[in-house]
């Protein structure tokens, strides 16, 4: 009981902008990181089936040891083109609320502890990435990290499918 | 709350501590605990008012040590410590039976104990010494020897001891000889009896009786201690029983021939609240255990009808409600205590040889495992501190089992009549249910964790013969396994097996260089697929409690309409994917009611025929080319073609019978809405039945046949797939990209030529198969696979059904069968219209399983907004 409050009472801190322990990755030149606690594993490149009528950042399911996960690439959710596979893209397979995600991104860098004190407020532009899906600014040692809100990513995922499903049928319609 | 009631606790720890030390002149420490306990007063919640009053009965009597009143200072101090035990105990604990026992008989020995205090007071130069005494029957006896009739007071006393010894009476005969004495005594008090002296007569004899047939062992047992405790109380009890020679358990024996309940008022039965604090698991532990116990229970009661001699039965389902009851009161369920209790009481009867299990008993019996269901159902499906939903049948179920000989209960007859009138008043107290009772018998065996208790001893009862038989009757052990952790087993067991044949097939050993590595990777294999067998057959279960529950549904719906059925099972060992258990119930069913109420004849009508008056149900399972068989066989009338097509054209289902064969004909009862019964009753006829049937059968991938010939009986032969999990699908390429289509959905498929094609505005296509049109329906299309075949003369037409309707899908090519595990493509990516599920392909891949219908569905939305979209080009164009 206790050592299950204390796990939450972490999460939640983590969530507030508090420090802890982060995976950082690599889309193209800029460093990210998520919460190692929503980590589960990291995979070199599977072979991806493509499921039709997704979005176009659904890169597909994967065969995970006999269980089925879906796949999102990070670049095209970002916004960002499309690259070659190469011996570095991993997959993180992400598990967060019962949710159990792979994401592709094209490096995965090291694990390392971020401060509070480390940890800045999102500018409101300059990034790729709309700051509504950043926890803050990893700043550690002259590196700068932006720390990505992962739940919030594949929960938006949610709402831009729905928008997308909307917009097709309306073209079926229209 | 729990702060105040562990405060409070506290504080009676205290006060009572302080009172074991009491000395009868120190008057301050009386003073001290006297204000304790009225703190603690305030403090207790509303939900215990019963350890309110016993808390302010004790203050009562220290009152009365206080002013010097009590009769007797020890046995007054022992009584109000025993009560303050009794409380914390019952605030400590969640509100079980034991507890409120205890504060029941701690309220009783403190309120005598005022009484006695009170009675000293106006009769102050008599002393009590009497009182002290009566403490035994044997002291009664001699004690109403010396007594005159017109010592009320004495009478009274007698009385109460009367009443505290029947209480700790363990033996149920005696204890109503006991409370009938102490009633005769009564009247006379109340100057009600007709003959004193008579009356005072008959009350000697039945103490005498009482106290002849009473065992010196039993004796101890009847001292009227302040709040006894039964924990302490009922191990003395055990050994007794287990020396005993004679073969019953001595409580149990004592089961008192069926005599008139007190006053039939309907008695208004409170539900079980859910305690707060129960156990959850401990809950749901007893649900499932009572559960099985349950369905035991129902199969040794049905073939008890057929060989009523049979003793192990007879305990099979006495072991079942005893179980039950003790693990109910354990746990605090009075209103199901109560019902097993009674249950037990009939089925202890019908061990003793008392009665015949058959008929109105039989019914009964059932009706009681019914009604426990339908509670335990209750128990499961009720928050925590809810109330527990009774049956609306259950007052009355109570009041039959209590007494069923004056409800028109016996071994012949079929229907409950009316209660009737009762006549003696007086023998109630002693019969009616009396949770002591329940206590004493279970509690050493709850206490000492062992709810198998009955068992030890009853198994006692039979000849050592007995043994061989119920060897028989053992199941073997088994382990509870979470239905998820075995999926996941199955998984990985796929995985090594996917994983061991990708090792098979790399080329270092393909090339057949390693003799050595080969053969250990041949002996690799072999275990895995041994493996593999092994963990699909961990999912399967017999389809034995499925048949036996349509045992119990033939000889219901048999009774309800009269008619006489012989029920049979063949091949109740068959395996089944566990899932598909369930859902093989419902459709069985519907078709087994069918078959005892429509396919049967009445016993008049079969003798007519020349049958036999018993009608034949049989009911077989067995494997049959990968498939499971379920075979319903009846001899019964058998279908009418004629009927059912005339029924068809008046329903409007079809128009003529014309060209129809006689199994297209048979197929229409599946139409919903479809009934020849004449009437409906409420055994079937409604109509929906078969239409259900057939698509609950379908939606296991499955199918139904009926072959049938009037007026000799029916089959209906069910085939379903060996399990859910496994899906026969073909593979299909189109572009790059695999599907998997189930093979069940896939009528046909061939190569189209030009001449077959046509194209409907430009932009929809048909397929013309032998004089059929059916649209095409590109999937490379609907699905945007970029590399696919265009032309459809160089791929192939899959036809597919859409209901009724049949259209074609364009593949590239058919990749071979396969079966494959059905998978779901995980939470993160929600539903994909025309898509079921994923599988893993035997190279590791993820295929994707196509929903033929949906596709069909997805395609016609396409070309129809396809269609709305042109229509309005032109028109605009028009207008320009």
Known sequence: MNIETTATATKTDVKNHHGGKFLSFFLKQEEYGIEILKVQEIIGILPITRVPRTPEFVKGVINLRGKIIPVTDLRSKFGMEEREETTETCIIVVQTNGLEIGVIVDKVSEVLDITDKEIEDVPTFGTDVSTDYLLGIGNTNGRVRLLLDIERILTAQEVVQMQEITATSEAFAG | ?880
């Open chain 2, 1 to 880: 709350m729990q702060q105040v009631k562990r405060e409070t606790i506290l504080a009676l720890n205290q006060t009572r501590n302080q009172l074991s030390s009491l000395d009868p002149e120190n008057k301050e420490i009386i003073i001290h605990a006297g204000a304790g306990l009225e703190t603690a007063l305030e403090e207790i919640p509303a939900e215990f008012e019963d350890v309110s009053q016993t808390l302010i009965l004790c203050l009562q009597a220290l009152q009365a040590i206080y002013q010097d009143q009590a009769a007797d200072f020890e046995t007054a101090l022992k009584a109000i410590l025993g009560a303050l035990i009794a409380s914390e105990q019952s605030l400590g604990a969640p509100p079980n039976p034991i507890s409120e026992l205890m504060l029941k008989q701690a309220r009783t020995t403190l309120q005598k104990e005022l009484d006695r205090g009170a009675a000293d007071e106006t009769l102050a130069d008599e002393p009590p010494a009497f009182e002290v005494r009566l403490e035994s029957l044997d002291d009664v006896s001699s004690f109403l020897i010396q007594l005159e009739l017109s010592d009320k007071k004495g009478l009274e006393s007698v009385c109460e001891a009367l009443k505290t010894i029947s209480v700790d009476e363990p033996d149920k005969e005696k204890r109503k000889l006991i409370v009938k004495a102490a009633r005769e005594l009564t009247k006379i008090v109340t100057g009600k009896a007709p003959d004193a002296d008579a009356a005072f007569g008959s009350v000697s004899e039945l103490i005498d009786q009482a106290n002849g047939q009473m065992p010196i062992a039993a004796a101890p047992a009847a001292v009227p201690e302040p709040a006894p405790e039964p924990k302490i109380a009922a191990p003395a009890e055990t050994p007794v029983k287990a020396v005993a020679p004679v073969p019953e358990v001595a409580p149990l024996k004592a089961v008192p021939p069926p005599k008139p309940v007190e006053a039939e008022v309907p008695e208004v039965y409170e539900p079980d609240i859910l305690p707060v604090d129960a156990d959850a698991s401990l809950v749901s532990e007893f649900v499932i255990e009572s559960y099985e116990l349950m369905e035991a229970a129902e199969s040794a009661l049905l073939a008890l009808e057929t060989e009523p001699e049979n003793v192990e039965n007879v305990n099979t389902v006495f072991r079942a409600f005893h179980t039950v009851k003790g693990s109910a009161a354990y746990l605090g369920f009075k209103r199901m205590t109560e019902l097993a209790h009674h249950a037990e009481s009939l089925l202890s009867r019908i061990r003793d040889r008392e009665i015949r299990c058959a008929g109105g008993y039989a019914t009964l019996a059932l009706r009681s495992l019914d009604t426990l269901k339908a509670m335990l159902n209750a128990v499961e499906g009720c928050a925590v501190g809810g109330a527990m939903h009774l049956p609306g049948s259950f007052a009355e179920l109570i009041g039959v089992l209590k007494n069923p000989e004056s409800h028109g209960v016996n071994d012949d007859n079929e229907i409950f009549t009316a209660p009737a009138p009762q006549a003696d008043q007086t023998e109630a107290a002693a019969d009616s249910f009396s949770m002591d009772e329940i206590l004493e018998e279970v509690l050493p065996a709850v206490i000492a964790g062992k709810s198998d208790f009955a068992r030890s001893s009853l198994l006692n009862t039979g000849d050592p013969n007995e043994d061989v038989n119920k060897k028989s009757h053992s199941h073997d052990s088994s382990v509870r396994v979470r239905t998820d952790r075995l999926d996941r087993l199955i998984d990985m067991v796929g995985e090594l097996v996917i994983a061991q044949s990708m090792l098979a097939q790399d080329a270092t050993v393909v090339q057949g260089l390693h003799h050595d590595l080969s053969r250990k990777i041949s002996h690799a294999g072999k275990i895995v697929r041994e493996l593999q067998d092994l963990s699909m057959g961990m999912r399967m279960i017999p389809l034995k409690n499925t048949f036996q529950k349509m045992a119990r549904l033939v000889r219901d719906v048999a009774k309800k309409c009269g008619k006489q059925v012989e029920f049979i099972t063949e091949g109740e060992e068959t395996e089944i994917d566990r899932n598909m258990v369930d859902l093989i119930a419902d459709p069985l069913i519907h078709m087994v009611r069918n078959a005892v109420d429509h396919g049967i004849e009445t016993p008049d009508k079969r003798q007519g025929a020349g049958k036999l008056v018993t009608g034949k149900v049989k009911l077989a399972a067995y494997h049959a080319g990968g498939d499971v068989v379920v075979e319903l066989t009846d001899d019964g009338a058998g279908l009418d073609p004629e009927k059912i097509v005339a029924k068809a054209i008046s329903k409007n289902l079809i128009e003529s019978d014309k060209g129809m064969s006689e199994n297209e004909i048979f197929r229409l009862i599946f139409a919903p809405g479809f009934s020849t019964a004449e009437s409906v009753t409420d055994v079937s006829g409604r109509g929906v039945g078969m239409d259900v049937v057939r698509r609950n059968i379908e939606a296991m991938r499955g199918r139904i046949e009926i072959s049938s010939e009037k007026g000799k009986g029916s089959i209906f032969t069910v085939r379903l797939p060996l399990t859910l999990a496994i899906t026969d699908g073909m593979l299909v390429r189109v572009g790059s990209e695999r599907y998997i289509v189930p093979t069940v959905n896939i009528q046909l498929s061939f190569q189209p030529n030009q001449k077959m094609l046509s194209s409907v505005t430009g932009r929809g296509e048909l397929v013309s198969l032998r004089g059929e049109l059916m649209p095409v329906f590109r999937l490379h299309q609907l699905f945007d696979v970029r590399d696919a075949l265009e032309d459809p003369t160089e791929g192939l037409l899959m036809i597919v059904a859409d209901g009724r309707r049949r259209c074609a899908l364009l593949v590239d090519e058919l990749l071979g069968q396969q079966q494959v595990v059905t998978k779901t493509l995980g939470q993160g990516i929600g539903k994909i219209p025309g898509v079921s599920g994923g599988a893993i392909l035997g190279d590791g891949c993820v295929g994707l399983i196509l929903d033929t219908a949906e596709i069909v569905a997805l395609a016609r939305q396409n070309t129809s907004a396809h269609e709305r979209a042109e229509r309005r080009d032109d028109s605009q164009k028009q207008a320009a």
